[in-house]
């Protein structure tokens, strides 16, 4: 079992940058694929991006390539989002999320643990 805690989020002008990260408890957290997701007001959870157990492969979506980053320090037990030239649409509590049994976790019904989310807004 592991639990997620996500820090890192906040108010950001339109073009600016924040960097989320998501600490791990247990030791074997190099053993999980982790995910970014996000959820808008009165949207549904939507993937972010994903990494795979020993951080060689990453994915994101289209809505964010180019400008968001996925990285994993397996050492600290920590996954990072590194956020580039945020828009106000990438306003949402972005959460991460961790799955045992898979390569990457892309879809909020593939991971069996969840972090409680940090808000981050862009204002215009």
């Known amino acids: 079992q592991v639990q997620l805690v996500e820090s890192g989020g906040g108010l950001v002008q339109a073009g600016g940058s924040l960097r989320l990260s998501c600490a791990a408890s247990?030791?074997?957290?190099?053993?999980?694929?982790m995910g970014w997701f996000r959820q808008a007001p009165g949207k549904e959870r939507e993937f972010v991006a994903s990494?795979?157990?020993?951080?060689?492969?990453?994915r994101s979506a289209d809505s964010v390539k180019g400008r968001f980053s996925i990285s994993r320090d397996n050492a600290k037990n920590t996954v990072y989002l590194q956020m580039n030239s945020l828009k106000p649409e990438d306003t949402a509590v972005y959460y991460c999320a961790a799955d045992l049994t898979i390569t990457a976790v892309t879809t909020p019904h593939q991971a069996t643990y969840w972090g409680q989310g940090t808000q981050v807004t862009v204002s215009s």
């Open positions: 247990g030791r074997t957290f190099s053993s999980y694929a």
């Open positions: 990494i795979n157990r020993s951080g060689g492969i990453t």
